[in-house]
């Protein structure tokens, strides 16, 4: 179990309204975040039966972004 505090929660918050306001925005975009993906970022994905949620993640201290669109290309062929 991980522990959190008051502020990191009212950050998450802040961040998923945020993200709901910018999904709604741009209904054609699946993700959001405020800046670069970096390590320990937050993150949402929109999410839902009709993509009408938000679920956000925090991306790990350790994370290190990959692209995978080119390995999804090179499958194809």
């Known amino acids: 179990m991980k ?9 998450t918050l802040s961040f998923a309204k945020d993200a709901a306001k910018h999904f709604a925005k741009h209904t054609e975009h699946t993700t959001f975040t405020r800046k670069d993906i970096t390590p320990g970022c937050l993150f949402a994905i929109r999410w839902g039966l ?25 499958n194809a062929d």
Do not use: G, N, W
Request: proline content about 3%; aromatic content about 6%.
């Open 3 to 11: 522990m959190t505090t008051e502020s990191q929660e009212i950050e």
């Open 50 to 74: 009709q993509d009408d949620c938000v679920l956000i993640i925090k991306l790990d201290d350790d994370f290190e972004p990959i692209c995978y669109q080119q390995i999804i290309r090179e």
